[in-house]
């Protein structure tokens, strides 16, 4: 069983709407991960949130915009997107620091089409 | 920047074989994972290699680490058709939280 839930497990919508990614971690983790995968990719890093603060933007459009309301949960809000973000979006969580010999856990992801 | 490669890309093997796939990396890394991806499913944890000769093994699967040389090695044992899927070594950036993959090796089990 994954530690790590998001919501949905798929999701499609069009260019003009709006929607979240939703992802949960009871582990007492204080580092949340978002990471974009395409088909036959590696995961990339799009943000990282230590202690709920955001500390890591790789760059990322501000189309997408993370949040994190609590040290459990951690969304991604999603807005105009184009039919290249299209992808398996990953949520990861961790201790701050990766707690010595723990890795990042992942999530079962959420599989995102934009017609 | 932390950059990771891995070699092979592709791996197709016959069951009952052995078989290294080689993870190098750039520049000092705090740490170095082993994560297993099957086809349409997530991540999964396998190995953390924190020390220069690090050693650990799980039933087929063994992982070392050598920091001089920056390489990291999974060694595949006997291999059997349950353990084709695709292999990411990770490096974790000095520093930072962030997790820099290596492009993966999909590994094929043959009968």
Same mark, same amino acid.
């Given at each position: 069983d994954t530690e790590v839930t998001q919501t949905p497990k798929h999701l499609v919508m069009g260019m003009t709407n709006k929607k979240s990614l939703k992802c949960e971690q009871h582990m007492g983790h204080r580092a949340m991960y978002w990471y974009k995968q395409k088909a036959k990719k590696p995961p990339e890093l799009m943000f990282v949130y230590s202690y709920e603060k955001l500390s890591i933007n790789e760059s990322v459009p501000s189309r997408f915009s993370p949040e994190c309301p609590n040290s459990s949960l951690l969304n991604l809000h999603l807005h105009?997107?184009?039919?290249?973000?299209s992808a398996l979006y990953l949520c990861a969580s961790s201790y701050? +620091? +990766? +707690?010595?010999?723990q890795p990042q856990h992942f999530g079962d992801g959420t599989r995102l089409s934009i017609l | 920047e932390l950059k990771v490669e891995q070699n092979p890309l592709f791996l197709s093997m016959q069951e009952g074989k052995n078989y290294t796939i080689y993870c190098n990396y750039s520049t000092t890394s705090d740490r170095l994972y082993w994560y297993r991806q099957d086809p349409g499913k997530s991540l999964e944890s396998l190995f953390v290699l924190l020390s220069n000769g690090a050693v650990k093994q799980e039933g087929r699967l063994m992982a070392s680490l050598d920091t001089k040389a920056r390489l990291s090695t999974l060694h595949i044992t006997a291999a059997v058709h349950d353990l084709s899927a695709t292999y990411f070594c990770a490096g974790l950036q000095g520093g930072s939280e962030k997790l820099v993959f290596g492009k993966g090796t999909k590994l094929t089990v043959n009968p």
């Open positions: 105009a997107l184009q039919p290249e973000d701050v +620091g +990766g +707690g010595s010999n | -």
